[in-house]
């Protein structure tokens, strides 16, 4: 095995610059290895999770740690140590590795953190408890981490995912568009109003090729739920407008929803209310065009005709979108 043939060596205080370049290799592994069938969405703001990987198959989502070292111990293992309070969610994943030159190591540990607390070594400095975790590149050895240990170039098919067929990889492409200066300040203004809400981690699809463009986890529940974001921009002279979807590439399901604001050129600001509805109902409540699903507005009118009923304050968009992801009431 080659260790670290880089013109570059990290030392002890590039600690947290080495875990972005692993973090950053594992997201590019995935990408890869699944053409397409596993989208990496990234935090608007660290609060313990690297990162969400979601598999476009089925919807799923899986919150992910990554951790790494730069070499072996003298004894050939990879020693993997993290504080017992940042594991705070047990069903993600601690996707763990060496970093060997310009790739990841040839074994990558991924283990849920129930189980990695389970098996870690627990050791308590300075009154801060920390667990460790010790294994070798390979799986055929009698470590109690061998049965979580992959092949590097099997990462995905821990993840669920063998990749996208190839005309699959291009439906999903033609999600690509330039949204232009309105639809970015409607995704801006929504991240805005959900970070109001204490309770809600925020992530941004790397790169955006999905439906999900905003992807909210209560803190607490655990639970996602993602979001698609339509801006319908109105004047004086243009009242009627319309919200457009293309239908090779929306995947409606149950924690996506579909966001619509309104913006009015005349004033350079958001309508005051909004427009929240599940992805599941939107081919009801669409027509179709062709390639496209066409929800008519009325975005400077009191009514929204038959979306009436997905009407809300924006204010209280985080608030909303807050209550559809916090734990079920006992």
Same mark, same amino acid.
């Given at each position: 095995?080659?260790?670290?043939?880089?013109?570059?060596?990290?030392?002890?205080?590039?600690?947290?610059?080495?875990?972005?370049?692993?973090?950053?290799?594992?997201?590019?592994?995935?990408?890869?290895?699944?053409?397409?069938?596993?989208?990496?969405?990234?935090?608007?703001?660290?609060?313990?999770?690297?990162? &969400? #990987?979601?598999? $476009?198959? @089925? %919807?799923?989502?899986?919150?992910?740690? =990554?951790?790494?070292?730069? +070499?072996? /111990?003298?004894?050939?293992?990879?020693?993997?140590?993290?504080?017992?309070?940042?594991?705070?969610?047990?069903?993600?994943? &601690? #996707?763990?590795? $060496?970093? @060997? %030159?310009?790739?990841?190591?040839?074994? =990558?540990?991924?283990?849920? +953190?129930? /189980?990695?607390?389970?098996?870690?070594?627990?050791?308590?400095?300075?009154?801060?408890?920390?667990?460790?975790?010790?294994?070798?590149?390979?799986?055929?050895?009698?470590?109690?981490?061998?049965?979580?240990? =992959?092949?590097?170039?099997?990462?995905?098919?821990?993840?669920?995912?063998?990749?996208?067929?190839?005309?699959?990889?291009?439906?999903?492409?033609?999600?690509?568009?330039?949204?232009?200066?309105?639809?970015?300040?409607?995704?801006?203004?929504?991240?805005?109003?959900?970070?109001?809400?204490?309770?809600?981690?925020?992530?941004?699809?790397?790169?955006?090729?999905?439906?999900?463009?905003?992807?909210?986890?209560?803190?607490?529940?655990?639970?996602?739920?993602?979001?698609?974001?339509?801006?319908?921009?109105?004047?004086?002279?243009?009242?009627?407008?319309?919200?457009?979807?293309?239908?090779?590439?929306?995947?409606?399901?149950?924690?996506?929803?579909?966001?619509?604001?309104?913006?009015?050129?005349?004033?350079?600001?958001?309508?005051?209310?909004?427009?929240?509805?599940?992805?599941?109902?939107?081919?009801?409540?669409?027509?179709?065009?062709?390639?496209?699903?066409?929800?008519?507005?009325?975005?400077?009118?009191?009514?929204?005709?038959?979306?009436?009923?997905?009407?809300?304050?924006?204010?209280?968009?985080?608030?909303?979108?807050?209550?559809?992801?916090?734990?079920?009431?006992?």
């Amino acid at each position: 095995m080659r260790l670290m043939q880089t013109d570059a060596v990290w030392h002890r205080g590039q600690t947290l610059a080495a875990g972005q370049v692993a973090e950053f290799k594992v997201w590019s592994e995935l990408i890869r290895q699944s053409t397409g069938g596993l989208h990496i969405f990234l935090p608007l703001r660290d609060r313990g999770i690297d990162g &969400v #990987v979601h598999r $476009l198959q @089925d %919807g799923f989502y899986a919150p992910v740690q =990554v951790k790494a070292r730069t +070499e072996l /111990t003298p004894a050939g293992q990879v020693h993997i140590t993290v504080t017992e309070s940042s594991l705070a969610d047990d069903s993600a994943l &601690v #996707v763990a590795t $060496l970093v @060997d %030159g310009d790739r990841l190591g040839s074994m =990558v540990l991924v283990v849920d +953190e129930a /189980t990695f607390r389970r098996l870690a070594a627990h050791d308590l400095v300075a009154g801060r408890e920390y667990l460790t975790a010790a294994f070798e590149m390979r799986t055929n050895g009698r470590s109690r981490w061998a049965p979580y240990l =992959v092949p590097r170039d099997r990462l995905a098919e821990r993840f669920g995912s063998t990749g996208l067929k190839a005309d699959e990889v291009g439906r999903d492409l033609e999600r690509v568009s330039d949204r232009g200066v309105i639809g970015f300040l409607g995704e801006a203004e929504v991240i805005r109003r959900l970070a109001e809400a204490e309770s809600l981690r925020l992530f941004r699809p790397f790169p955006d090729l999905e439906t999900v463009e905003v992807l909210a986890q209560h803190a607490g529940s655990k639970r996602f739920l993602g979001l698609q974001v339509k801006t319908s921009g109105w004047d004086a002279t243009t009242v009627e407008n319309r919200v457009h979807l293309r239908r090779s590439s929306f995947r409606p399901a149950p924690s996506t929803y579909v966001s619509v604001l309104g913006w009015d050129r005349d004033r350079s600001s958001f309508a005051d209310s909004c427009l929240l509805i599940p992805s599941l109902e939107v081919p009801e409540l669409a027509r179709v065009e062709g390639e496209w699903m066409v929800l008519e507005l009325e975005p400077g009118a009191e009514h929204h005709r038959r979306l009436e009923q997905y009407r809300l304050p924006l204010v209280s968009l985080g608030r909303a979108v807050e209550r559809l992801v916090q734990p079920p009431s006992p």
